[in-house]
């Protein structure tokens, strides 16, 4: 089991950049797939970005040529670089892992648990 901690969310206006961490301890980083998604309010949670256990990656269509997500194995961390922000990004971002791509991208809202998330709001 891997425990994961986000941070980096704040106030940044439209067109401006942010870059998400998400600190992972308690098991062997490398070899998770991992995922961020982010809950507007009154929305329902949605998957961002996922990067899989040898760096492949996936990205939804709406943050696709806006975001990158990216992983350091040695820091146990994995990073999410937003990028021309607009107000409908403003969520709470979270991330979370699991040992398989398909979880991660297709099955995470069988996810049991969540951490506190980060939030990100884009206003002028």
């Known amino acids: 089991q891997v425990q994961l901690v986000e941070s980096g969310g704040g106030l940044v206006q439209p067109g401006g950049s942010l870059r998400l961490s998400c600190a992972a301890s308690g098991s062997i980083f490398s070899i998770y797939a991992m995922g961020w998604y982010r809950q507007a309010p009154g929305k329902q949670r949605e998957l961002v970005a996922a990067?899989?256990?040898?760096?492949?990656?996936y990205y939804a269509d709406s943050v696709k040529g806006r975001f990158i997500i990216s992983r350091d194995n040695a820091k146990n961390t994995v990073y999410l670089q937003m990028n021309s922000l607009k107000p409908e990004d403003t969520a709470v971002y979270y991330c979370?892992?699991?040992?398989?791509?398909?979880?991660?991208?297709?099955?995470?809202?069988?996810?049991?648990?969540w951490g506190q998330g980060t939030q990100v709001t884009v206003s002028s």
């Open positions: 990067i899989s256990s040898g760096g492949s990656t």
């Open positions: 979370n892992a699991d040992l398989s791509i398909v979880v991660v991208t297709t099955y995470w809202d069988d996810f049991g648990s």
